[in-house]
């Protein structure tokens, strides 16, 4: 099993930058296909972003694309994700995923087994 602490997380208006940070536990991090999620207020969790075990494959959902970036340290066992030119609509809480027997590409469409705790991403206008 892996387990998973998101930070970074916080307040910034329209047009602002955020980096959040998904720790892991474990010494298998390099193995797991790892995603990034959110979930706004009445709606449901979507995905956001996901980055192979190797980080040579990333894959976006259309409303991020070209505005964040995800990565990962295998050597610090964490993932990022860097948040450029937010919207408002982003706002929402963020989840870190990390599934070890699926693809990152399948990510896109069936959510990982291990989940963080969430953190709150708020954009203001």
């Known amino acids: 099993q892996v387990q998973l602490v998101e930070s970074g997380g916080g307040l910034v208006q329209a047009g602002g930058s955020l980096s959040l940070s998904c720790a892991a536990s474990g010494r298998t991090f390099s193995t797991y296909a790892m995603g990034w999620f959110r979930q706004a207020p009445g709606k449901e969790r979507e995905f956001v972003a996901a980055?192979?075990?190797?980080?040579?494959?990333?894959y976006y959902a259309e409303s991020v694309q070209g505005r964040f970036t995800i990565s990962r340290d295998n050597a610090k066992n964490t993932m990022y994700l860097q948040m450029n030119s937010l919207k408002p609509e982003d706002t929402a809480v963020y989840y870190c995923?990390?599934?070890?027997?699926?693809?990152?590409?399948?990510?896109?469409?069936?959510?990982?087994?291990?989940w963080g705790q969430g953190t709150q991403v708020t954009v203001s206008s």
């Open positions: 995923g990390a599934e070890l027997t699926t693809s990152a590409r399948t990510m896109r469409a069936i959510p990982p087994d291990y």
């Open positions: 980055i192979s075990s190797s980080g040579a494959s990333r």
